[in-house]
Each structure stands twice: as structure tokens, then as C-alpha cells.
């Protein structure tokens, strides 16, 4: 089996779904001696003006203020130091391959929600990162 050095978990900063990912990378940090980073994506919220006021911009600011809370307390509760804590904007899939890359990952741990039907054919961020990165990626069924 390969070893892995540079581990990347997709978190969703929420505690239900976040336990089977973050079991799975604490084994492999273990069993490898790997660090391990965390990333979350505020996905952009599309700017919607009534009377002239847009409110997308202040909705997705308190939405990053209140991320950038949440992966504290996260990071502080299962010891990942500030600096491998990453919360930034934009499409899920998109942040989590690009930090993937920057942190030259060879593992990114991700959930997948197993949807079927119409949200298939929408595709799914566990999908898409499966699809699109340039290491091995671990789905993580999550229970609804």
C-alpha cells in the first residue's frame, strides 16, 4: 500500500458529517506519520437586488465569518494547527482540487452523500474531485 504524506479532507463543518472523514484521516495520519489539512468551500451565493440593494455580498461575508469560526473550533478540538485550516470562497470542487494541488496532497478524503436521481445528473462534489484530481481520493459514504 502507498504512503501518504500530505492528506486533504473536504469538511462540510458540520459535525454529523464531518465524523467518518475525519476518522478515516486520522487513521491514515497515523498509520503513515502524514499532515493532515482541512478545507472548506463557502460556494458563492449569487447577488440578488431588490430595490436596488444587493444582499448576496453580506450574506456570503457572514457566511465566511461564521465558517472561519466553526473550522477553529474544529481544528482546535482534533488538534490540526491554524495554518492547515482553509476556508475560502468559490465552487466546492474547485477549492478543494486547487488546495489539493498547492499542498502537493497525495490523498483527499471526501464525503459523498450517495444521491441518485436528478441530483446525479447535476453531479455531486465527491464526484467531481474524483474526476478531476491528480491523486488517489477517498469517498467517505456519509449516513443521511
Same mark, same amino acid.
Given at each position: 500500500?502507498?504512503?501518504?504524506?500530505?492528506?486533504?479532507? @473536504?469538511?462540510?463543518?458540520? &459535525?454529523?458529517? /464531518?465524523?467518518?472523514?475525519?476518522?478515516?484521516?486520522?487513521?491514515? @495520519?497515523?498509520?503513515?506519520?502524514? /499532515?493532515? %489539512?482541512? %478545507?472548506h468551500? %463557502?460556494e #458563492? $451565493?449569487? &447577488?440578488y +437586488?431588490?430595490? !436596488? $440593494?444587493?444582499?448576496?455580498?453580506?450574506?456570503?461575508?457572514?457566511?465566511?465569518?461564521?465558517?472561519?469560526?466553526?473550522?477553529?473550533?474544529? !481544528?482546535?478540538?482534533? +488538534? $490540526?494547527?491554524? /495554518?492547515? =485550516?482553509?476556508?475560502?470562497t468559490?465552487?466546492?470542487?474547485?477549492?478543494i482540487?486547487?488546495?489539493? /494541488?498547492?499542498?502537493?496532497?497525495?490523498?483527499?478524503?471526501?464525503?459523498? #452523500?450517495? =444521491? #441518485? !436521481?436528478?441530483? %446525479?445528473?447535476?453531479? &455531486?462534489?465527491?464526484?467531481?474531485?474524483? #474526476? +478531476?484530481?491528480?491523486?488517489?481520493?477517498?469517498?467517505? =459514504?456519509?449516513?443521511?
Amino acid at each position: 500500500m502507498k504512503g501518504y504524506k500530505n492528506i486533504l479532507v @473536504a469538511v462540510e463543518l458540520n &459535525s454529523k458529517t /464531518d465524523a467518518e472523514p475525519l476518522k478515516h484521516a486520522e487513521f491514515f @495520519a497515523k498509520e503513515f506519520g502524514a /499532515d493532515v %489539512v482541512l %478545507v472548506h468551500a %463557502v460556494e #458563492h $451565493i449569487g &447577488s440578488y +437586488g431588490a430595490y !436596488g $440593494i444587493g444582499v448576496g455580498f453580506e450574506i456570503e461575508e457572514i457566511l465566511i465569518e461564521n465558517s472561519n469560526k466553526e473550522m477553529k473550533k474544529l !481544528g482546535e478540538t482534533i +488538534g $490540526i494547527p491554524e /495554518d492547515k =485550516r482553509i476556508v475560502k470562497t468559490g465552487p466546492a470542487k474547485f477549492v478543494i482540487l486547487e488546495e489539493a /494541488d498547492k499542498i502537493n496532497a497525495d490523498l483527499i478524503i471526501v464525503g459523498s #452523500h450517495g =444521491r #441518485h !436521481g436528478i441530483r %446525479v445528473i447535476l453531479g &455531486s462534489t465527491a464526484n467531481a474531485v474524483l #474526476h +478531476g484530481a491528480k491523486c488517489d481520493v477517498l469517498a467517505v =459514504r456519509l449516513k443521511e
